[in-house]
Protein backbone atom coordinates (compact mmCIF):
# COMPACT_ATOMS: atom_id res chain seq x y z
CA UNK A 1 0.00 0.00 0.00
CA UNK A 2 1.69 3.33 -1.08
CA UNK A 3 2.36 5.89 1.53
CA UNK A 4 0.66 8.95 2.92
CA UNK A 5 0.90 12.37 0.61
CA UNK A 6 3.50 14.57 3.21
CA UNK A 7 1.87 17.66 2.95
CA UNK A 8 2.17 19.08 6.60
CA UNK A 9 -0.30 19.88 8.88
CA UNK A 10 -3.75 19.86 7.51
CA UNK A 11 -6.61 17.94 8.28
CA UNK A 12 -9.77 17.31 6.07
CA UNK A 13 -13.26 16.59 8.14
CA UNK A 14 -15.48 14.25 5.75
CA UNK A 15 -19.34 15.08 6.94
CA UNK A 16 -22.23 12.79 5.74
CA UNK A 17 -26.02 13.59 6.60
CA UNK A 18 -27.29 9.96 6.43
CA UNK A 19 -30.97 11.12 5.96
CA UNK A 20 -29.71 11.71 2.35
CA UNK A 21 -28.48 7.97 2.10
CA UNK A 22 -30.45 5.49 1.15
CA UNK A 23 -31.22 2.04 3.27
CA UNK A 24 -30.22 -0.41 0.22
CA UNK A 25 -27.72 1.34 -0.83
CA UNK A 26 -25.32 1.68 2.14
CA UNK A 27 -26.18 -2.16 2.23
CA UNK A 28 -24.70 -2.63 -1.11
CA UNK A 29 -21.39 -1.75 0.98
CA UNK A 30 -21.45 -4.04 3.58
CA UNK A 31 -18.94 -6.50 1.84
CA UNK A 32 -16.21 -3.32 2.45
CA UNK A 33 -16.15 -4.23 6.19
CA UNK A 34 -13.65 -6.61 7.22
CA UNK A 35 -14.81 -9.69 8.72
CA UNK A 36 -14.40 -8.18 12.89
CA UNK A 37 -15.85 -5.21 11.46
CA UNK A 38 -18.93 -7.32 9.69
CA UNK A 39 -19.00 -9.61 13.19
CA UNK A 40 -19.33 -6.01 14.85
CA UNK A 41 -21.69 -4.70 12.72
CA UNK A 42 -24.61 -7.65 13.15
CA UNK A 43 -24.37 -7.44 17.00
CA UNK A 44 -25.80 -4.17 17.34
CA UNK A 45 -29.40 -4.30 18.24
CA UNK A 46 -30.47 -0.62 17.34
CA UNK A 47 -30.76 -0.03 13.30
CA UNK A 48 -30.02 3.59 13.85
CA UNK A 49 -26.56 2.12 15.35
CA UNK A 50 -26.13 -0.09 13.26
CA UNK A 51 -26.56 2.49 10.38
CA UNK A 52 -24.24 5.26 12.22
CA UNK A 53 -21.34 2.47 12.19
CA UNK A 54 -21.53 1.11 9.03
CA UNK A 55 -21.68 4.34 7.32
CA UNK A 56 -18.99 5.49 9.35
CA UNK A 57 -16.31 2.64 8.45
CA UNK A 58 -17.63 3.37 4.37
CA UNK A 59 -16.82 7.06 5.01
CA UNK A 60 -13.58 6.54 6.86
CA UNK A 61 -12.43 3.96 3.64
CA UNK A 62 -13.60 7.05 1.40
CA UNK A 63 -11.71 9.76 3.02
CA UNK A 64 -8.67 7.56 3.78
CA UNK A 65 -8.60 6.32 0.10
CA UNK A 66 -8.96 10.06 -1.07
CA UNK A 67 -5.77 10.58 1.31
CA UNK A 68 -3.61 7.90 0.36
CA UNK A 69 -4.51 7.65 -3.17
CA UNK A 70 -5.99 4.29 -3.31
CA UNK A 71 -9.04 2.48 -3.70
CA UNK A 72 -11.16 2.94 -0.37
CA UNK A 73 -12.79 -0.78 -0.62
CA UNK A 74 -9.46 -2.30 -0.13
CA UNK A 75 -8.57 -0.45 2.95
CA UNK A 76 -8.19 -2.66 5.42
CA UNK A 77 -8.93 -1.90 9.21
CA UNK A 78 -9.25 -4.10 11.98
CA UNK A 79 -11.28 -3.07 15.39
CA UNK A 80 -10.16 -2.92 18.54
CA UNK A 81 -12.34 -2.81 21.47
CA UNK A 82 -13.21 0.86 22.86
CA UNK A 83 -10.43 2.39 20.37
CA UNK A 84 -10.77 3.54 16.96
CA UNK A 85 -9.67 1.37 14.14
CA UNK A 86 -6.56 -0.18 13.56
CA UNK A 87 -5.15 0.53 9.49
CA UNK A 88 -2.79 -1.56 8.29
CA UNK A 89 0.04 -1.51 5.63
CA UNK A 90 0.87 2.27 6.03
CA UNK A 91 4.06 4.03 7.25
CA UNK A 92 3.83 6.35 8.98
CA UNK A 93 0.19 5.78 9.50
CA UNK A 94 -2.32 9.00 8.81
CA UNK A 95 -4.22 10.35 11.39
CA UNK A 96 -7.84 9.41 11.89
CA UNK A 97 -10.59 9.83 13.95
CA UNK A 98 -14.55 9.09 13.35
CA UNK A 99 -17.53 10.26 15.16
CA UNK A 100 -21.32 10.51 15.04
CA UNK A 101 -24.45 11.94 16.13
CA UNK A 102 -28.16 11.04 15.32
CA UNK A 103 -28.55 10.95 11.73
CA UNK A 104 -24.95 12.39 11.30
CA UNK A 105 -21.66 10.93 10.62
CA UNK A 106 -18.47 12.03 10.82
CA UNK A 107 -14.61 11.45 10.03
CA UNK A 108 -11.73 13.49 9.71
CA UNK A 109 -8.15 12.63 8.65
CA UNK A 110 -4.48 13.86 8.60
CA UNK A 111 -1.62 12.72 7.00
CA UNK A 112 0.91 13.50 9.64
CA UNK A 113 -0.98 14.57 13.00
CA UNK A 114 -2.80 12.50 15.25
CA UNK A 115 -6.35 13.76 15.82
CA UNK A 116 -9.80 13.71 18.02
CA UNK A 117 -13.14 14.65 16.52
CA UNK A 118 -16.44 15.03 17.85
CA UNK A 119 -19.39 15.65 16.74
CA UNK A 120 -22.98 16.82 18.30
CA UNK A 121 -26.13 17.64 17.23
CA UNK A 122 -27.73 20.60 18.70
CA UNK A 123 -30.72 19.41 20.63
CA UNK A 124 -32.39 22.36 22.20
CA UNK A 125 -34.99 20.17 24.30
CA UNK A 126 -31.95 18.50 26.46
CA UNK A 127 -32.31 19.88 30.01
CA UNK A 128 -28.78 21.46 29.22
CA UNK A 129 -28.67 22.70 33.12
CA UNK A 130 -28.98 19.06 34.22
CA UNK A 131 -26.37 17.76 31.95
CA UNK A 132 -23.76 20.46 32.06
CA UNK A 133 -24.20 20.02 36.20
CA UNK A 134 -23.49 16.12 35.25
CA UNK A 135 -20.46 16.34 33.41
CA UNK A 136 -19.11 19.84 33.62
CA UNK A 137 -17.53 21.42 36.43
CA UNK A 138 -19.32 24.33 38.40
CA UNK A 139 -17.24 26.93 37.02
CA UNK A 140 -17.55 25.56 33.35
CA UNK A 141 -21.75 25.45 34.05
CA UNK A 142 -21.47 28.60 35.26
CA UNK A 143 -20.09 29.88 31.53
CA UNK A 144 -22.65 28.00 29.80
CA UNK A 145 -25.52 29.40 31.76
CA UNK A 146 -24.45 33.09 31.39
CA UNK A 147 -25.42 32.62 27.90
CA UNK A 148 -28.74 33.02 26.26
CA UNK A 149 -30.51 30.87 23.24
CA UNK A 150 -28.91 29.66 21.18
CA UNK A 151 -25.66 31.11 22.51
CA UNK A 152 -26.36 29.06 25.11
CA UNK A 153 -27.44 25.91 23.49
CA UNK A 154 -24.03 26.74 21.27
CA UNK A 155 -21.82 26.78 23.87
CA UNK A 156 -23.02 24.40 25.80
CA UNK A 157 -22.33 21.55 22.89
CA UNK A 158 -19.06 23.01 21.96
CA UNK A 159 -17.60 22.40 25.45
CA UNK A 160 -18.83 18.88 25.26
CA UNK A 161 -17.37 18.30 21.79
CA UNK A 162 -13.69 19.34 23.15
CA UNK A 163 -13.98 17.28 26.05
CA UNK A 164 -14.92 14.24 23.91
CA UNK A 165 -12.91 15.32 20.98
CA UNK A 166 -9.48 15.45 23.54
CA UNK A 167 -10.37 11.99 25.14
CA UNK A 168 -9.98 10.42 21.40
CA UNK A 169 -7.06 12.13 20.73
CA UNK A 170 -5.41 11.16 24.29
CA UNK A 171 -6.37 7.31 23.26
CA UNK A 172 -4.01 7.89 20.18
CA UNK A 173 -1.37 10.27 20.72
CA UNK A 174 2.14 10.13 22.96
CA UNK A 175 1.35 10.73 26.23
CA UNK A 176 1.50 14.18 27.16
CA UNK A 177 0.68 15.77 23.46
CA UNK A 178 -0.27 19.28 23.77
CA UNK A 179 -4.17 19.69 22.12
CA UNK A 180 -4.92 22.13 19.41
CA UNK A 181 -8.40 22.28 18.84
CA UNK A 182 -10.27 23.68 16.01
CA UNK A 183 -14.53 24.23 15.72
CA UNK A 184 -16.11 24.28 12.53
CA UNK A 185 -19.67 26.05 12.30
CA UNK A 186 -22.53 24.00 11.40
CA UNK A 187 -26.42 24.84 11.76
CA UNK A 188 -27.36 21.70 12.77
CA UNK A 189 -23.86 19.67 15.03
CA UNK A 190 -21.19 20.85 16.82
CA UNK A 191 -18.09 20.20 15.46
CA UNK A 192 -14.87 20.22 17.09
CA UNK A 193 -11.19 18.80 15.65
CA UNK A 194 -8.45 18.58 18.34
CA UNK A 195 -5.04 17.45 16.74
CA UNK A 196 -1.60 16.51 18.38
CA UNK A 197 -0.28 19.53 16.31
CA UNK A 198 -1.08 23.04 15.44
CA UNK A 199 -3.24 22.52 11.81
CA UNK A 200 -2.66 25.07 9.01
CA UNK A 201 -6.18 24.11 7.30
CA UNK A 202 -9.22 22.32 8.25
CA UNK A 203 -11.08 21.56 5.17
CA UNK A 204 -14.59 19.93 5.12
CA UNK A 205 -16.11 17.70 2.78
CA UNK A 206 -20.06 17.17 2.20
CA UNK A 207 -20.17 13.50 1.43
CA UNK A 208 -22.64 12.86 -1.16
CA UNK A 209 -24.37 9.32 -2.02
CA UNK A 210 -22.40 10.27 -5.92
CA UNK A 211 -19.70 9.37 -4.22
CA UNK A 212 -19.97 6.06 -3.52
CA UNK A 213 -19.43 5.07 -7.16
CA UNK A 214 -16.40 6.85 -7.26
CA UNK A 215 -14.50 5.75 -4.23
Known amino acids: MSKPPTSKSAATIWLAD ?4 D ?32 LGRILLRIALGDLLGIEARSIPLSERP ?26 AVSADAALGLDIEMLDATRDLTALAEQVFSAEETQQINRQQ ?19 KLA ?9 H ?13 CSAQALSAVAIRNFSPTQFSQA
Request: overall charge positive; glycine content about 6%; charged content about 20%.
Open 18 to 21: GRIV
Open 23 to 54: DGELAQHVDWLTADEATRYRRFLRPLRQRQFL
Open 82 to 107: GLAPLLHGVVPVPGFSIAHSGPWVAC
Open 149 to 167: GAARIQAFYELWSRKEAAY
Open 171 to 179: SVAAPNAAA
Open 181 to 193: YARLAHPEVSIVL
